[in-house]
Every structure is written in structure tokens, then in C-alpha cells.
């Protein structure tokens, strides 16, 4: 048995971590944050799929079994790779999850008008991987996508709760507004933006939406582990947590603890080869 493992490139992934201990509090969990580099948003596929393979394969050195990547770059752009080719290789009884899909599953139930916007990093975006699954499950909805590359930066350099950060966030909401004005619910397809919340719904007409994943995606795992009890049982459920950075760890506790909404103790890591 061993603990959950919870990857990010950053610190964006701690706010779904931040649900996963409201919502299964009693499961043991290990984070990785990729800080030194990151961030992911601007890179290649290839590089990205390096890079998150290497965490993943961390994770599992360190005894977990199942691995969330609470990234929806490395969600976008590795996943299915590690899933098809990786894990046979390291082991099929290993399992690799994201965020895409559970976040996807949800849509349906925030909107009426079936007009959706997506907003994430250029990555993301970039990817497609938000139109592939919606198109699978929701064929008749209308997406319009926009990538917001100034909001991580904003939080990640503690900018966000300065009025200055509503300029970006209101440039970017009206822009994905022009593209369409039907829009009534809009996922924040980023870890990172549910610090931004109140500024973007504060810069959205009321009728829209938000869509933030923390709670999804807590939500989803819990009903995974009721679908595969074989998974759950090799969860070790003591209540432990272990925090890893590639980055300065005193560095990682400090700008982290905003994001996860209380303090931790972290160690720094080397997962490159």
C-alpha cells in the first residue's frame, strides 16, 4: 500500500489537493511540484511528456500506486502517452489519472444554452484536448477557447490581489466574450485560476458561470475508487502527507501555502535523468 501521488508543475496543483483533503481526508498523499521548471504552458509536447514521466515515475519510486497529474498541460499533453506506452512498461497495475475528463463529464450540469469557454494556459489551449473530449461526450455544444498566458505569472509572483491583475483578467474575459456573447458557464481549465476567481467572476455578467475543477475532480476520484475498489485497496489510508519540489523547498512552502490555504513542510528533489 502506498499514498496517492498528486503531480503539478508548479504550485497550481495544490488546489485540487486542497479539495482531495476535504473530500478523502483519510487517504495518505505525496506532491510534486516541478517548480524548477516551470512552466509547463509554453513547451512542447515532447518536453512536457519528459518531464511529467520523470515525475510520475518519482511518485511511483516513492511507493504510490495510482498518480493524479493535477496539471491540465501535462493532462493535455501526456497523459494519453504515459497511459498507453508507460505504464505496461512500469507496471499495469499502476494507474495515471487527470483532470480533462472529469472536468468534461461535469459540463452538462452548468449550462443552458450549451455555449462554453475555456480558459487555460497556451498549452492547453494549444492542445485541443478540451474540444477532443467535449466533442466525445457533448457533440452539440459550441466551445470557444482562450488562453490567458498572464494569469500564472500573476499568481505565482503574488499579483493577483492587486488591482492591476483585473486589467489582464478583464482584457482576456472580453475577448473570449467577443468570440461569443452566448456563453453561460466558462471552465478555468488551470490550477492556478481558482486563486483569480473572485476577480473573474467579478469581471463576468452574472448569468455566466465559473467552473473551477478542485471540487470535480475530488469528487471524481472518489467515484473512481468506488468503481475499482482493486485501485482503493492499495490506497494507504493513515492521514500522511509529503510535499516535493524540484525547486527551493523553503521557497515551495512559502509561495505554496496560499495555494493549499495552510502551512506544510516540504523537501526538495532532483527527478531529472
Given at each position: ?114 455555449q462554453i469557454g ?102 471524481s476520484l472518489k ?51
Open positions: 500500500m502506498g499514498p496517492i501521488g498528486v503531480f503539478d508543475s508548479g504550485y497550481g496543483g495544490l488546489t485540487i489537493l486542497k479539495e482531495l483533503l476535504v473530500q478523502l481526508p483519510q487517504y495518505d498523499y505525496i506532491y510534486l511540484g516541478d517548480n524548477a521548471r516551470a512552466p509547463y504552458g509554453n513547451r512542447s509536447f515532447g518536453v512536457i511528456y519528459q518531464y511529467t514521466r520523470q515525475a510520475v515515475e518519482f511518485l511511483f519510486s516513492r511507493g504510490a500506486h495510482l498518480v493524479l497529474l493535477a496539471c491540465n498541460t501535462a493532462s493535455a499533453k501526456a497523459l494519453r502517452t504515459i497511459q498507453r506506452y508507460d505504464i505496461p512498461r512500469i507496471g499495469p497495475h499502476k494507474r495515471v489519472l487527470g483532470v480533462i475528463r472529469p472536468s468534461v463529464e461535469e459540463l452538462a450540469s452548468f449550462t443552458t444554452t450549451k475555456i480558459l487555460g494556459t497556451s498549452g492547453t489551449v494549444q492542445s485541443g484536448s478540451y474540444l477532443l473530449e467535449i466533442k466525445k461526450l457533448f457533440p452539440d455544444f459550441d466551445v470557444t477557447q482562450h488562453a490567458c498566458p498572464m494569469w500564472v505569472p500573476l499568481v505565482e509572483n503574488d499579483e493577483y490581489q492587486n488591482t492591476g491583475a483585473d486589467y489582464f483578467i478583464q482584457k482576456d474575459l472580453n475577448t473570449l466574450l467577443s468570440k461569443n456573447s452566448n456563453i453561460d458557464a466558462v471552465l478555468l481549465a488551470c490550477t492556478h485560476y481558482p486563486l483569480l476567481e473572485a476577480h473573474i467572476r467579478q469581471n463576468l455578467p452574472k448569468k455566466i458561470k465559473v467552473i473551477s475543477q478542485g471540487t470535480i475532480v475530488a469528487q467515484n473512481y475508487f468506488l468503481r475499482h475498489p482493486e485501485i482503493d485497496i492499495n490506497c494507504r489510508k493513515t492521514g500522511q502527507r509529503q510535499y516535493f519540489s524540484t525547486e527551493d523547498a523553503h521557497l515551495f512552502e512559502e509561495r505554496g501555502k496560499k495555494f493549499l490555504g495552510q502551512e506544510f513542510s516540504a523537501e526538495k528533489v532532483c527527478i531529472s535523468k
